[in-house]
């Protein structure tokens, strides 16, 4: 993949992801991201000089813009990447968190962490060189669990100290980043007995999602109890407990990976 697209077709229909400020640019209404030629769009092309294609969608060309401060574009307003989760589909959703990555992974990486020398994109990939010493470094990926665990009817659903001060607080599944070394499965069983104490069995992964706050890939699994009494970290959760599935408290939102695990789990107990 090319990391700087110099060709600028004014006839090519393309989405366009342009951030500037850690905010992109959305449309009020439609598919949000805009979309078009640079000649219906009365978009500067001087702009977008130094776009990057970070993908396809709906086979058309995904291009990264960044904007060194907020312009008016003329295509919508600057909004937080947050807005668009649940809003669009998916894979629009993911590509946006690819735009937001992949700035962010050049802006962070202009110079060489191991002699210091300025780096220079690759044009053939998506990855960052120093030629003084042939260091290479790509876009930083964090894996993260996240595990729904089912006690016969009921599940462990957490109050984390992130979510305790919201309006409506959300009870959710338990999560944490994978380490060094670690498989995923000796990560679930970590993460569950550091936080809740209890000890677990049948894990089974579910799927994945990609989480550009700013750059974990979150994968899903779900578990059976196997022993042990709940004693949490309160470094992390404000509470954990069984709540029976006829009975359950406020839950993550619909389209989350955190709510697709409770689904599965409330699922399994039917
Ligand atoms: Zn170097």
């Not at 598919?31 to 990057?52: E, H, M, N, R, W």
């Not at 960044?66 to 989760?85: A, F, H, I, N, T």
């Not at 338990?174 to 069983?189: I, Q, S």
Request: hydrophobic share 35%.
């Amino acid at each position: 993949m090319k990391s700087k697209d110099k060709n600028i077709n004014h006839q090519e229909n393309a989405w366009w992801f342009i951030l500037a400020q850690g905010e992109i640019v959305l449309q009020p209404q439609g598919s949000f991201v805009p979309y078009g030629c640079l000649d219906d769009l009365t978009f500067s092309a001087q702009l977008v000089a130094d776009k990057i294609k970070i993908g396809d969608y709906q086979s058309s060309p995904c291009y990264l813009v960044e904007l060194p401060e907020k312009l008016d574009v003329g295509l919508g307003e600057y909004s937080q990447l947050r807005s668009l989760l649940g809003t669009v589909d998916d894979a629009l959703f993911d590509m946006a968190g690819r735009a937001f990555q992949i700035s962010l992974f050049y802006k962070t990486h202009q110079f060489c962490g191991q002699c210091g020398q300025k780096m220079q994109a690759i044009n053939w990939e998506t990855a960052m060189k120093c030629y003084h010493c042939q260091h290479r470094t790509y876009p930083r990926v964090s894996p993260c669990i996240i595990v729904g665990i089912r006690k016969e009817k009921q599940i462990l659903l957490a109050l984390h100290q992130r979510h305790k001060k919201d309006n409506r607080p959300v009870y959710t599944t338990l999560a944490g980043f994978t380490e060094a070394g670690e498989t995923l499965e000796t990560c679930v069983e970590r993460e569950v007995y550091e936080e809740s104490g209890i000890k677990i069995k049948n894990i089974q992964y579910v799927t994945s999602q990609p989480w550009p706050f700013p750059h974990s890939l979150m994968m899903g699994f779900t578990a059976e109890y196997r022993d042990g009494n709940i004693s949490i970290d309160p470094k992390e959760l404000c509470s954990a407990a069984w709540y029976d599935i006829d009975d359950l408290p406020v839950l993550p939102n619909p389209g989350t990976l955190a709510r697709k695990l409770i689904d599965k789990l409330i699922d399994q107990c039917s």
